[in-house]
């Protein structure tokens, strides 16, 4: 699976977007960008995954680069409760049910401040 | 209406005991996996089964035996606990439709060994 970079701490304003990037330069045709968030003291969150189009769903939008070489997961209005680590993994669709290892990396810590 | 839960949320033990953390999830997932946290905050996976059966086995030492009875439960048992057996662990599962997939993740135990 291809390695994803991440800056390892980013501030944001309560109301406003939040945008996180990502970095995954080696990634292949038929790898996957999926987001998880972890708030402290829970176990991780899944958030939205694309291949290569842009994606959005209820919780966050994600930008995917015409080269998929990078992508960003946008909180369109942030709220103190979006405080987490958020995790960018970029993987294969498994072709084998239980082989979905996901590896996470160190992540991006996002503070949202009142 | 917990979707996977885990037994118990805390649990302190002493060095060479054997101890077991139980796991559980009503969303029908034929998948499950077991996911260690270390005191860094590094979150990798150790186990993954798929209806009863062993899919993924990250080199995790002989000490570590899940068990999965059935499709909605996967259970640790760990055999004569180390120090460096504390962590947090997470149980998670998931389902794989049509070539994607997300990974829902129990609340956690936080093991403790003195």
């Known amino acids: 699976d291809a390695k994803t970079t991440q800056p390892p701490s980013m501030d944001c304003a309560e109301g406003r977007a939040a945008n996180l990037p990502c970095n995954h330069s080696?990634?292949?045709?038929?790898?996957?960008v999926y987001w998880y968030r972890q708030i402290h003291s829970q176990g991780p969150q899944y958030i939205i995954h694309?291949?290569?189009n842009n994606e959005t769903n209820e919780m966050a939008s994600l930008i995917i680069t015409e080269d998929r070489k990078s992508s960003t997961l946008i909180l369109p209005h942030a709220t103190l409760r979006d405080t987490a680590v958020y995790y960018c993994i970029v993987r294969v669709a498994p072709e084998i049910q239980g082989a979905q290892k996901l590896v996470f990396g160190q992540g991006t810590r996002l503070t949202i401040n009142p | 209406d917990t979707a996977v839960s885990q037994t118990p949320k805390y649990l302190v033990t002493q060095m060479g005991n054997d101890k077991s953390i139980k796991c559980e999830q009503n969303l029908g997932h034929d998948t499950m996996y077991w996911y260690k946290q270390d005191s860094k905050k590094f979150l990798k996976i150790m186990f993954s089964?798929?209806?009863?059966?062993?899919?993924i086995n990250e080199t995790v030492p002989n000490r570590f035996s899940p068990k999965s009875p059935d499709k909605a439960h996967l259970n640790l048992h760990i055999n004569s606990l180390e120090l460096g057996d504390s962590a947090v662990y997470f149980c998670?599962?998931?389902?794989?439709?049509?070539?994607?997939?997300?990974?829902?993740f129990g609340p956690g135990t936080r093991l403790t060994v003195t």
């Open positions: 080696t990634i292949s045709g038929n790898e996957y």
């Open positions: 998670a599962s998931s389902q794989l439709l049509a070539g994607d997939y997300e990974q829902y």
């Open positions: 089964y798929n209806n009863k059966e062993l899919i």
């Open positions: 694309g291949l290569k």
